[in-house]
């Protein structure tokens, strides 16, 4: 059985951690960040906006998630689908989308064949709508443009860099914006107990997302960098106006389950990912499975 602990707040941003009993876990994953460190080259330009070739020639599965950003290539992507790269894959196409719409081309020293780093992920749930549900390139650019413009107001100055305005991922590596988010990784970075698998999310007292995995070991890999996209989306939604009220855990462990029983749409992602997507009123919900392993190994819920 899941439970969640009483809400941690970093200025107007609240956390509440779900945590399981010891002993129900899944089966270890290396992600993608992990991965990228220790091996170069594991991600292949294709020349296709829409579509990269990832390989893992490791010996333990990758999990790799939609959102992640990658840095590279001709143009930043962010990948598409969550998705499951058995260990010594070969090279497997994976969905993906662009979040540096006016780059095609080599930048400075990096490669333009391969991908450098994925040390991000996608901060706000409107552009992870756009990729997760919509699946649109064009509201994909569309949200990265709306959020550099919030975060650009919120620090006072232009959130794009010189080198190349329209990447995402450079606004996120500014000094100015990492200043700007240094307050809730020090606030809420050590929180998470051991058995905790997952996050959900309010800023301004609202509840925007939650993600949940399959595991505490699979939870600690990819916590700091739901972390910092939490925080990038806290900072361009800070406002004088008074913070709603925060729900108590009845109320959010309701609201976990608000989709749930909602139709699904299945899709199927070979070798080994099938995706589910479920829709209420004011919510979408995205599960995640291997399909060699019972449990879900992510759940995903973004407040529409």
Not at 123 to 128: G, Q, Y
Not at 199 to 227: C, E, T
Not at 268 to 273: A, F, H, Y
Request: charged share 25%; with cysteine.
């Amino acid at each position: 059985m899941k439970t969640l602990t009483p809400p941690a707040t970093a200025k107007n941003l609240t956390a509440w951690f779900v945590s399981i009993p010891p002993g129900q876990e899944i089966p270890n994953y290396t992600v993608l960040e992990e991965a990228m460190e220790k091996q170069e080259g594991l991600i292949h330009e294709t020349g296709d906006v829409n579509e990269l070739l990832i390989e893992n020639p490791g010996d333990q599965d990758l999990f790799i998630q939609a959102g992640d950003i990658v840095k590279g290539g001709r143009q930043d992507r962010t990948l598409g689908a969550d998705f499951i790269v058995p260990a010594k894959s070969g090279k497997v196409p994976v969905p993906v989308f662009c979040v540096e719409g006016a780059r095609w081309h080599k930048r400075r020293s990096e490669s333009d064949v391969c991908f450098s780093k994925s040390s991000d992920f996608l901060a706000s749930k409107k552009i992870r709508a756009a990729v997760n549900s919509k699946k649109n390139q064009g509201e994909v650019w569309a949200s990265v443009e709306e959020d550099q413009a919030k975060l650009s107001a919120s620090i006072g100055i232009c959130a794009k860099a010189a080198m190349s305005p329209s990447s995402l991922q450079l606004s996120y590596e500014m000094k100015e914006t990492a200043a700007a988010v240094e307050g809730y990784l020090a606030g809420l970075e050590s929180e998470p107990s051991e058995q905790s698998v997952g996050v959900v999310w309010a800023i301004n007292g609202k509840l925007s997302h939650a993600d949940i995995y399959g595991s505490p070991a699979l939870f600690r890999k990819v916590w700091k960098k739901l972390l910092r996209a939490a925080a990038f989306e806290a900072v361009g939604e800070i406002s004088d106006q008074p913070a709603e009220p925060l729900h108590d855990i009845a109320g959010v462990s309701a609201w976990l389950e608000e989709a749930a029983a909602a139709a699904a749409e299945e899709e199927s992602l070979p070798p080994r990912t099938k995706l589910s997507t479920r829709k209420a009123k004011a919510q979408l919900r995205f599960e995640t499975r291997d399909t060699v392993v019972a449990e879900p190994i992510h759940l995903s819920i973004l407040a529409q």
